[in-house]
């Protein structure tokens, strides 16, 4: 029973343009949700979160935005740039007996072309 | 600068044999995790510790051990590795925030291949 979906394998952009990797979940009881980004041979680093209570949150380039009616959830990364190629894992926390605990997606891996 | 640190970080072991990965962290998080990464499941908790003396069972718990005996370690044991424990362990901390929202903290990960 995969409570986080990230249903995209892999997705190819082109540099400049806008990168928006998706991510579905099943709990209703998640309150917090976060994006990592994961190099090759290093570990996942941590890139945004939003809490339930917001609907959008802004870093720079990176944008996630949240529709708990539609329990999703997106990441956009404009202008996306070649350095963003990784793979980024959303995660999702909350309700009873997940307190502290990630449940992550299988992860969406990100190419940006030159 | 406080920091989350994995070793190995590569291991070779045959099937049978019990196995170790340390983690140790520098920040004085409460809450540890270890997690194993495969093709097609993301990113899979294994064990956790919200403290001390304290540790629980993850999705993916069955095989594996943990013990937390003071709040800057959480090794992970195979107690008898298995070829389906081939795999990517992370270690992770967070704070231990009462609202439990809050960031994880990842190490860079130890490579384990079990023949």
């Known amino acids: 029973d995969q409570q986080v979906k990230q249903n995209s394998p892999s997705l190819s952009v082109q540099e400049g343009r806008i990168s928006i990797l998706n991510c579905d979940y099943t709990?209703?009881?998640?309150?917090?949700f976060l994006w990592y980004k994961k190099y090759p041979a290093e570990g996942p680093t941590f890139l945004i979160s939003?809490?339930?209570?917001?609907d959008k949150n802004e870093d720079g380039r990176f944008t996630v935005f949240l529709n708990k009616s539609a329990k999703h959830l997106s990441l956009h990364i404009v202008p996306s740039q070649p350095g963003d190629s990784a793979v980024y894992f959303c995660?999702?926390?909350?309700?009873?007996?997940?307190?502290?605990?990630?449940?992550f997606g299988q992860g969406t891996t990100l190419q940006v072309k030159p | 600068d406080a920091e989350i640190t994995q070793s190995p970080r590569h291991k070779i072991t045959e099937t049978g044999r019990q196995v170790t990965l340390a983690c140790h962290q520098t920040?004085?998080?409460?809450?540890m995790f270890w997690y194993r990464q495969d093709l097609g499941h993301g990113l899979r908790l294994i064990h956790y510790?919200?403290?001390?003396?304290?540790?629980n069972k993850g999705e993916v718990s069955d095989g594996y051990s943990v013990s937390r005996s003071n709040t800057e370690d959480l090794p992970l044991t195979l107690e008898s590795a298995a070829s389906s424990q081939t795999s990517v362990y992370f270690c992770?901390?967070?704070?231990?925030?009462?609202?439990?929202?809050?960031?994880?903290?990842f190490g860079p990960g130890t490579r384990l291949l079990v023949l």
């Open positions: 995660a999702a926390s909350g309700g009873s007996g997940n307190t502290g605990k990630l449940i």
């Open positions: 939003i809490s339930s209570i917001k």
């Open positions: 709990n209703s009881m998640f309150d917090y």
């Open positions: 920040w004085n998080h409460n809450n």
């Open positions: 510790s919200y403290g001390v003396q304290d540790t």
């Open positions: 992770a901390s967070s704070e231990g925030l009462s609202s439990g929202q809050e960031t994880q903290y």
